[in-house]
């Protein structure tokens, strides 16, 4: 059974519009992130999460939203959505935040096209 | 600059053969390596990890790490088509931020 679920895996949007990304962890993990996987660049980090409080953001966009509403629970909003938006987002946990060497678990990931 | 390099892109091996690939980093900061594996439509999966210098063998698969010249590699005999996968190597420095970065991966093809 996976442990990290995301969802959906696919999703068509056009441009201009809003969409959810869901991603829910079941490893007993106190840190969450998203990263993003496209043609042009490698697994990019975007943000770190930990017990629904904001860690660490590297995304320079404001369109782009985390939303935790439970501590093994971690959406993205995505606004304003454009053709370079397209993607694969993964969501991924680790163990505990602010430690050293933690290694990441990732999920199957959400592939995102905007038309 | 991108903080970590692999090569080669893309690489063949017959099945049972030796695969290596390589990974250098350009931040003398990084502590942490690891090596992620992604088989298609699916996410990355750690495959090891390696903090000190020397080799690290587990099963098939052995990497080394030499942190005096940033150079991490992973060396997987007896390759097997199941092998077949995007591979990662991913760094981090020793800090509290739990950030790492990974390369752009070296597409891995086992030929049987």
């Known amino acids: 059974d996976p442990k990290i679920i995301q969802k959906p895996k696919y999703l068509v949007a056009v441009t201009g519009s809003e969409k959810i990304l869901i991603c829910e962890q079941y490893?007993?993990?106190?840190?969450m992130y998203w990263y993003r996987q496209s043609a042009k660049k490698p697994l990019e980090f975007m943000f770190s999460y930990s017990y629904q409080k904001l860690m660490d953001n590297q995304t320079a966009s404001s369109r782009f939203q985390p939303q935790s509403s439970k501590k093994n629970h971690l959406d993205l909003q995505i606004t304003a959505l454009k053709p370079d938006d397209s993607a694969t987002y993964f969501c991924a946990s680790s163990p505990n935040w602010g430690v050293s060497a933690e290694t990441l678990y990732f999920g199957s990931g959400t592939r995102l096209t905007v038309l | 600059q991108q903080k970590v390099q692999q090569s080669p892109e893309s690489l063949s091996v017959p099945e049972g053969g030796m695969a290596s690939l390589n990974c250098t980093s350009s931040d003398r900061n990084f502590q942490y390596f690891w090596w992620y594996r992604q088989h298609s439509g699916e996410g990355p999966k750690a495959l090891m990890?390696?903090?000190?210098?020397g080799d690290k063998k587990e099963g098939r698969f052995t990497a080394h790490l030499n942190k005096a010249s940033l150079h991490v590699s992973l060396h997987i005999r007896d390759s097997q088509p199941s092998d077949s996968a995007l591979y990662f190597c991913?760094?981090?420095?020793?800090?509290?931020?739990?950030?790492?970065?990974f390369g752009d991966g070296t597409q891995l093809v086992v030929k049987p």
């Open positions: 490893l007993g993990h106190n840190a």
């Open positions: 991913a760094a981090s420095e020793h800090n509290d931020n739990n950030r790492i970065f």
């Open positions: 990890s390696i903090f000190s210098d």
